[in-house]
């Protein structure tokens, strides 16, 4: 997935099992006799969807991969200092950088936060920069897994002027700014909470924030352009 190295997961394939063992083998009315027949249907849909998913990146890039138009820095925090986001929230540490190497993926990061004593919130925020050199990240760009499973409203608006496709998606007090440029993905994620039990909302302005956050995200990506 888009935003983190790799993410994990697999299918329930045990589910229809036990779901069908419950009703015994005749069924309940026939109803459930029937439920093998929907999860070969679904998972033959599955697989047309992906199989479809597969043709679209060929035909957009072909066997040679997405085009990768920026370089990989194993010290990425020297290339962002972030300096726009950290003005809009007082201030930022100098960052603690990241990055892993390999045949599909290459991906750096830096992390900083602001603790002001002076000031009634704390913030942080991160930045990755991942360069995909298979597989198009494009079908996945802007998806935020897990959180409207959970219930917490997500809201996304497009930014122009920013590689190929630009979103900022994410919650209150925690814009995301997603940037799509071939197989480079920029994902740069702020967050603030309060020290106490005021809103932290009424210490940031949020929409100068986000503006830090889109000027920051030109810099970067000008900085490791090829």
């Not at 036990?18 to 999860?39: K, T, Y």
């Amino acid at each position: 997935m888009i935003g983190e190295p790799e993410i994990e997961g697999g299918w329930a394939t045990e589910a229809p099992a036990r779901f069908a063992d419950a009703a015994g083998p005749e069924g309940r009315d026939g109803s459930l006799r029937a439920a093998p027949w929907r999860w070969a249907l679904g998972g033959a849909l599955v697989a047309s969807a992906v199989f479809a998913g597969v043709l679209v990146v060929q035909e957009r890039y072909g066997e040679a991969g997405p085009p990768i138009r920026y370089r990989h820095s194993e010290q990425l925090c020297s290339e962002t200092p972030l300096k726009s986001v950290g003005a809009a929230l007082g201030g930022l540490g100098g960052g603690t950088p990241g990055h892993g190497e390999g045949p599909a993926l290459d991906w750096s990061s830096c992390a900083a936060s602001g603790n002001r004593e002076d000031q009634a919130f704390m913030s942080d925020a991160r930045v990755m920069v991942e360069l995909h050199k298979k597989t198009d990240p494009g079908p996945e760009f802007g998806l935020v897994p897990g959180m409207e499973a959970y219930g917490v409203p997500v809201t996304s608006e497009k930014v122009s002027g920013l590689g190929e496709r630009a979103l900022f998606i994410g919650v209150r007090h925690s814009p995301r700014l997603q940037v799509l440029d071939g197989g480079t993905v920029v994902t740069l994620t702020v967050s603030w909470w309060t020290k106490g039990a005021a809103d932290p909302g009424d210490k940031v302005d949020e929409d100068a924030v986000k503006a830090a956050m889109v000027e920051d995200a030109r810099a970067l990506l000008t900085r490791l352009r090829k």
